[in-house]
């Protein structure tokens, strides 16, 4: 039970953060959006891979 939660945890914060790579990406800041991708494909691949 635990690990489900923590993988919906990931999965919620990955969605979460790629928001924010749409936000940096309207204000202009690439580099933001490219650090916020990163760590969105990372915490959605642990999340589904923690399933």
Do not use: E, P, Y
Not at 6 to 21: P, T
Not at 22 to 48: D, E, H, N, P
């Amino acid at each position: 039970m635990t690990g489900n939660a923590i993988a919906v945890v990931l999965v919620f914060l990955g969605l979460f953060l790629a928001g924010g790579v749409f936000s940096l990406i309207k204000q202009g800041l690439r580099i933001g959006a490219v650090v916020c991708a990163v760590g969105a494909v990372m915490a959605i691949t642990a999340g589904v891979l923690w399933w």
